[in-house]
């Protein structure tokens, strides 16, 4: 403990005194917790209830059990330091707390609830001094009195403070579980929506009494194992129809209402979770999911049935005994699928084969009035004298004694190309206008 300096008390409870000390070397504020009982063993300090559970949790919303000490058969506990309790918070308030921030501290016990009863414990002494806070960080803490939820009973009397006990305690029931917290928790949100204790009970059967007046006395059908237990202690619950809670909680919404609701439930067994209480609607708005990765559902279109066809195909999965269910559409949507795969696997192969071996570009006649038009344009006497030509060529004979002119051969191409004088194209390019070049592409 010479590493610690010792700064004040914070706080004194039953099972020991709690002080704000800081680290020497590393200048860090911690919480120390000194046991008021001696232990003469450090194995008899390595099985407490609290170093076993805290040793196999570690969470962000669970106080964090830095160092255990043992000096002079004394036991101290080394914690993180949080500002104050939750009851420190409620207690000198005069103005509500927002139903955001409620939510918020409650979301996030919730949390570390759910991991506590992954890992096989509950805490059985839920209450606003065992929630740490600072800043928007809610902890819970104080884990003497938590258990295995595989552990057999009969379990300790006292558990919990008398206004967040449950009524199987209340009634010493030898078994019970984690729904113990979650009737804690109900009574610890509808505390910190109004400021006051929901069940605040004088003693065990005034506490009954308080919470049969809120949410009604049990029936037979309600709760039978509660009958049996209070038959079981000769105690007999009082005739009370009990109270809406809306009228009682004014300012609470109604999914804050509906999950107090629920979570106050006579039957354990009714109780939700703390990971089904993190689905409740309350929470909804503590989720947040970025717009790019929020989930859009696709409808789903069949090639022939249209939408509806698809949403009526998607229902009739689930109609009738699935035995008898023959998916004959499946099949079909399948095969038709297929095939438009196939067509379109055709269609991608005529494509590459056009793309690989181009063809040339088919020939366009240009737009009237265009530069081009005109760069063709014959004038009309030249078109006289091609159709005299022609007709005179019609109407020419040839004798039986004459034979025909020996046509001329040309001369051998030179290496340079044609020879100029023999050229026969030579003497018609001035019939041509040469605005632009004349192109030899054969319209397709």
């Given at each position: ?36 009982r ?8 390595i ?31 080394v914690?993180?330091y ?21 939510r918020?501290?409650c979301?996030q ?21 065992n ?15 938590a ?8 379990y ?16 010493m ?23 006051h ?23 037979e ?7 049996k237990l ?6 007999q ?5 009990g ?12 999914d ?9 439930s ?14 409740h ?37 689930y ?9 004959q559409g ?37 737009l ?24 005179k ?13 020996r ?9 340079g ?5 023999s ?16 192109s ?5």
């Open positions: 403990m010479e590493r610690y300096n010792i700064i004040n008390e914070v706080g004194n409870g039953t099972f020991g005194n709690v002080w704000r000390a800081m680290n020497k070397q590393t200048g860090e504020v911690v919480a120390i917790k000194k046991m008021k001696k232990y003469y063993s450090w194995e008899e300090c099985n407490l209830r609290e170093v076993k559970s805290l040793r196999k949790m570690s969470h962000s919303n669970i106080v964090k059990l830095k160092e255990v000490i043992r000096e002079k058969d004394i036991l101290y506990f914690f993180e949080m500002e104050c309790s939750l009851y420190e918070l409620m207690k000198d308030r005069r103005k509500l707390f927002s139903e955001t921030e409620v918020n501290w979301f016990v919730f949390q570390g609830l759910a991991y506590m009863q992954q890992r096989g414990y509950f805490h059985r002494d839920l209450k606003p001094e929630l740490l806070v600072s800043k928007d960080m809610i902890k819970i803490a104080d884990f003497g009195l258990r295995e939820i595989n552990s057999l009973p009969p300790t009397e006292y558990v919990s403070t008398r206004w967040y006990r449950a009524p199987e305690v209340l009634l029931s030898p078994a019970y579980g984690s729904a113990v917290d979650m009737w804690a928790m109900g009574a610890i949100i509808a505390e910190l929506l109004t400021l204790p929901l069940f605040p009970g004088l003693s065990e059967a005034d506490e009954i009494y308080k919470i049969c007046s809120v949410i009604g006395s049990p029936t059908i309600e709760w039978a194992e509660g009958i209070a038959n079981a202690v000769n105690f619950f009082p005739k009370l129809a109270v809406p809670l809306s009228l009682l909680l004014p300012s609470a919404s109604k804050a209402i509906s999950l107090i609701t629920s979570l106050c006579w039957d354990p067994c009714k109780r939700p979770t703390a990971s089904e209480a993190l689905r609607p309350f929470f909804q708005s503590c989720y947040y999911i970025p717009p790019s990765l929020r989930f859009k559902p696709a409808i789903e279109r069949s090639p022939s049935g249209g939408t509806r066809g698809a949403v009526e195909h998607k229902h009739s999965r109609s009738g005994n699935m035995s008898y269910y023959k998916p499946m099949f079909i949507s399948a095969q038709r699928k297929l095939e438009m795969n196939y067509q379109g696997a055709t269609k991608y192969d005529k494509t590459l084969k056009s793309t690989a071996v181009e063809s040339p570009p088919r020939y366009r006649p240009p009237r009035n265009s530069p081009a038009e005109k760069s063709f344009t014959i004038h009309a006497w030249k078109a006289r004298e091609v159709s005299n030509t022609a007709e060529l019609a109407n020419m004979t040839i004798g039986k004694d004459k034979k025909p002119p046509q001329q051969m040309p001369p051998p191409m030179k290496a190309g044609w020879d100029p004088q050229d026969p194209f030579l003497g018609r390019s001035q019939d041509f206008n040469h605005g632009r070049a004349y030899r592409k054969v319209a397709g």
